[in-house]
């Protein structure tokens, strides 16, 4: 007689994680109720009883009920639990080691990338935050890297802008608090205290303290915690506690493969971290070299933002160090602590400044000059500026004046308002 085909059980380990349970606490579970009943027959009653978790499975391993009769309820009982937990156990490994479900259509792969980059927390090209991948949001102390995630966690609770830019809506928020949890429970307050109680009941988790394993150590434990709270975001706040040694590279890379667990497995992810300390010169950082740690952690995230001031700043610089899509400032950010909301201080709009230049226009040197507040931008930070005007130059908001390299003449930009005119294309003189 042919070995019956065991039951696929990973939609069961979804449905009794969402609940908080382990494989020990399921197994003690099922064998407690399942009495004289094989495994499977109880997971078909469980499919009954909640058909939106899983499809309902088909009873196998009559054989083993019928050799239940000769031992006592108790050795069985074990036996059985034994046999839950190893196959809940089996299972849980295949689904995190192979990732089965995440083959994906090579076609669709290459050929359906969308035009505009899906993101969490952007406006058209300029992300912040892309769909899966990560975001790090670095800076010393006290230069309100909370302050601004708290909004961002806001915003995936009830929709809404941080900084001008939209951030799309979530379902489940599960914040590790871990570095000084009374601290951070005040500063979120401050910017959720206007969500109504039963809504941060349902939909917004805090962790206190230590995670129960080091995430570097246990990749897996980031990413059960997720799912036992059923959360499609978390916070990770602040790195530092996340996992022990983040200067060693074995630990970075430990780290990383816990997050990326989570992003494969829909599970968003934010960052809170350190820099390296430097000298008293005050310079604003210039590359990931001054994020602290593996240089696994900053290669794994897709967008690390840098926060750069002194503790209590009211005013702090914001540096795109590393982008999903095209760079998102550099500008100036005010926070205000009493009421936990921030703002761009003092944007630079280039569409204004190009109709205040007239006829001139305005050259990438120009706006890099003030972009970077620098009287000489280097040929990365003029690439920058250019790429921000011809972007504003696409969306018919400017156009572009080329310049000739014989004369010297360089690029321009004018605006509408000064009466020169274009083709449809933002490009040209007609």
Known sequence: MAEPEQPNLHRLIDSLNIAGLDTDAIAELLADQMGENNVDYIL???????????????????????????????????????RIKYELDAEERSQEGLGE?????????????????????????????????????????????????????????????????????????????????????????????????????????????????DFAANPEAMLRMARQQ????????????????????EVGGGYNRARQMCLANDVEVIELHHNVKRGADGRPPNSLEDVYGSRWLTAGAGSVVFLHGKPGDPVVRWL?????????????????????????????????LANAAGKDGVTAEQVARLMFEKSKPDKSERM?????????????????????????QP???????????WDEDGEGLI
């Not at 205000?336 to 003092?346: E, F």
């Open 230 to 249: 059923r959360a499609d975001t978390i916070v990770v706040d602040s790195l530092k506690d996340a996992a022990i040694g983040l200067t060693n590279d």
């Open 44 to 82: 078909e009653k469980v499919a009954e009883a909640r058909p939106s978790w899983l499809a309902r499975l088909q009873e196998t391993d009559h054989d083993r009920v019928a050799q239940a009769q000769m031992y006592g309820y108790d050795k069985e009982r074990e036996r059985r639990r034994r």
């Open 320 to 352: 795109h160090l590393k982008q999903p899509a095209e760079e998102v400032g550099p500008f100036d950010v005010t926070h205000d602590h009493a009421l936990g909301l921030s703002q761009v201080y003092g944007a630079l709009d280039l569409v204004e």
């Open 101 to 213: 479900a995440r083959y994906a259509d090579g076609g669709a792969f290459i050929h359906d990338i969308p035009a505009v980059p899906p993101s969490l927390w952007g406006t058209g090209n300029q992300v912040v935050w892309m769909k899966g991948e990560a975001l790090m949001i670095v800076g010393p102390p006290g230069v309100g890297k909370t302050t601004l995630t708290a909004q961002v966690v806001k915003a995936r609770l009830v929709g809404g802008k941080v900084l001008g830019m939209e951030v799309e809506p979530g379902e489940r928020v599960l914040y590790l608090a871990m570095d000084r949890p009374q601290q951070i429970a005040r500063a979120l307050a401050r910017t959720l205290r206007d969500v109504p109680r039963d809504l941060l009941a349902e939909r917004f988790v805090p962790w206190e303290g230590p995670p129960p394993g």
């Open 411 to 421: 690029t321009r930009w004018v605006s509408e308002a000064s009466g020169t005119a």
């Open 384 to 408: 920058k500026a250019m790429r921000r005007l011809d972007a504003l130059a696409r969306d018919g908001r400017v156009g572009r004046v080329d310049g000739d390299a014989a004369t010297k």
